[in-house]
């Protein structure tokens, strides 16, 4: 069943930089009415608010701060989409010193943080049959040892988006599982992958096209396409089998 993101409202955490802002841009363009930017410190996004004429609505949102996301919920009337695009990355093996609480950090915002998102936000999604889009990894899949605890992050939302899925898609919201492979932002360099890594708007494209399609699962770049073609016999027999065949 597929989404139109023209006239609708959307939610995008961390839409001030990397792929988020990309998200962002590429909602705009596709007709969005409105796109409440989920940031930690609204006050840097006045250009993007004012460039926007009055589309773009900036929200104070930590994913570490379950009220400022409850506080958020319950301050938007509609919601259509809501792309829990924010994340953070550590670079640490299981043998730096810092390792536990790299994972600690990790855990907290990129699986708790979309836990919290997802109980905030389901009830207004399902009011809307909307759409609820958590930006995973090839790093769900595959561990990359010197930011193992990133991966490990990731490989556990992962497992969360496929729990929303079954519990959400019985009560009408749709449930995407982004993973991107190598991209150009501040994580992508801080994980040195600037060699290898692509555009944000090919993340962006990618999800809009996803949207107007039934796809539970996008691998949007090239890495990521390497993937899913090793992976999809198993995506599409296992994780997108029904519930209670896993
Ligand atoms: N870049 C890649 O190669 C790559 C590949 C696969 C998946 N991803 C995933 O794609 C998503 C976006 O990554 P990116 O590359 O755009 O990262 P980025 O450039 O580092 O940007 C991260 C964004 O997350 C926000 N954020 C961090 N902690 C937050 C918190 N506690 N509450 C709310 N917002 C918070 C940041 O806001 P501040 O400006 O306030 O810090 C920023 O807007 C992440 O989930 C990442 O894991 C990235």
């Given at each position: 069943?597929?989404?139109?993101?023209?006239?609708?409202?959307?939610?995008?955490?961390?839409?001030?930089?990397?792929?988020?802002?990309?998200?962002?841009?590429?909602?705009?363009?596709?007709?969005?009415?409105?796109?409440?930017?989920?940031?930690?410190?609204?006050?840097?996004?006045?250009?993007v608010?004012?460039?926007?004429?009055?589309?773009?609505?900036?929200?104070?949102?930590?994913?570490?701060?379950?009220?400022?996301?409850?506080?958020?919920?319950?301050?938007?009337?509609?919601?259509?989409?809501?792309?829990?695009?924010?994340?953070?990355?550590?670079?640490?093996?299981?043998?730096?010193?810092?390792?536990?609480?790299?994972?600690?950090?990790?855990?907290?915002?990129?699986?708790?943080?979309?836990?919290?998102?997802?109980?905030?936000?389901?009830?207004?999604?399902?009011?809307?049959?909307?759409?609820?889009?958590?930006?995973?990894?090839?790093?769900?899949?595959?561990?990359?040892?010197?930011?193992?605890?990133?991966?490990?992050?990731?490989?556990?939302?992962?497992?969360?988006?496929?729990?929303?899925?079954?519990?959400l898609?019985?009560?009408?919201?749709?449930?995407?599982?982004?993973?991107?492979?190598?991209?150009?932002?501040?994580?992508?360099?801080?994980?040195?992958?600037?060699?290898?890594?692509?555009s944000?708007?090919?993340?962006?494209?990618?999800?809009?096209?996803?949207?107007?399609s039934?796809?539970?699962?996008?691998?949007?770049?090239?890495?990521?396409?390497?993937?899913?073609?090793?992976?999809k016999?198993?995506?599409?027999?296992?994780?997108?089998?029904?519930?209670?065949?896993?």
């Open positions: 069943m597929g989404f139109d993101v023209a006239g609708k409202t959307v939610l995008i955490t961390g839409a001030n930089r990397g792929i988020g802002k990309s998200f962002l841009d590429h909602m705009l363009k596709a007709g969005a009415e409105k796109v409440y930017a989920g940031v930690r410190n609204p006050d840097a996004m006045t250009d608010v004012e460039a926007s004429g009055g589309k773009v609505i900036a929200v104070q949102l930590d994913l570490a701060n379950a009220d400022t996301i409850n506080s958020v919920a319950g301050s938007i009337d509609r919601i259509d989409l809501v792309i829990n695009n924010a994340g953070v990355l550590k670079v640490a093996t299981p043998f730096s010193d810092d390792v536990f609480d790299s994972l600690d950090y990790e855990m907290d915002i990129n699986v708790k943080g979309l836990i919290r998102m997802a109980r905030a936000f389901a009830p207004q999604l399902e009011k809307t049959s909307g759409v609820f889009v958590q930006l995973n990894s090839v790093a769900s899949l595959r561990n990359f040892a010197d930011f193992a605890t990133y991966c490990a992050s990731k490989a556990a939302a992962y497992s969360i988006t496929q729990a929303l899925r079954d519990l898609q019985p009560k009408g919201v749709r449930v995407i599982s982004v993973h991107p492979g190598p991209i150009m932002t501040d994580m992508g360099k801080s994980a040195g992958l600037e060699e290898v890594a692509e944000p708007a090919v993340v962006s494209e990618a999800l809009l096209a996803a949207l107007a039934d796809d539970f699962h996008v691998f949007p770049d090239t890495m990521a396409k390497n993937f899913w073609q090793a992976y016999t198993f995506a599409k027999g296992v994780v997108e089998s029904g519930a209670s065949e896993g």
